[in-house]
């Protein structure tokens, strides 16, 4: 009964994780976290495409294996975010307490991708790929 539904949000995820891919500051990996979960859940094929890919394939193992983000990766979120909430700051002019707030949530979220230990080594020369910052 779910599978379906699972299968759809999927490859959504999979869509947002490409446009991510291009457009600056969208996110890519965490789309394709969710994509690999649905597909977990899903389609034993399709998360095997996901995990075995050329590109993201070692990202989404470390992750799946360990909670592990490489350190490029943890810079890059760092540096997106922080460059978000300037854009948020000149973009909208918020009210002082709005600008708390999405500071904290912004640093929070800081604080939890660079708290996430590093993949092994292992694990990425495994796949043979040589995606670290995605």
């Known amino acids: 009964m779910t599978r379906i539904p ?3 949000l999927g490859w959504l995820m999979v869509s947002l994780g490409l446009i991510g891919a291009f ?3 969208m996110p890519t990996t965490i789309f394709l976290i969710l994509a690999s979960w649905f597909f977990a859940r899903s389609s ?3 998360e095997a495409w996901l995990l075995d890919h050329p590109h993201f394939g070692s990202t989404l193992r470390a992750w799946n294996e360990t909670g592990a ?3 490029p990766a943890k810079v ?3 540096l997106g975010m922080t460059a978000s909430f300037g854009l948020f700051l000149i973009g909208t002019h918020p ?3 709005l600008a708390a707030v999405v500071a904290a949530s912004m640093l929070a979220s800081a604080v939890y991708v660079v708290s996430r230990p590093s993949p092994r080594k292992t694990t990425i ?3 043979g790929d040589d995606c670290s910052c995605c």
């Open 95 to 97: 009210a002082l307490w």
């Open 76 to 78: 890059m979120a760092c």
């Open 44 to 46: 034993p094929r399709l």
């Open 23 to 25: 457009v600056p500051l």
């Open 125 to 127: 020369e495994r796949s």
């Open 69 to 71: 983000v490489p350190g």
């Open 6 to 8: 699972y299968v759809c």
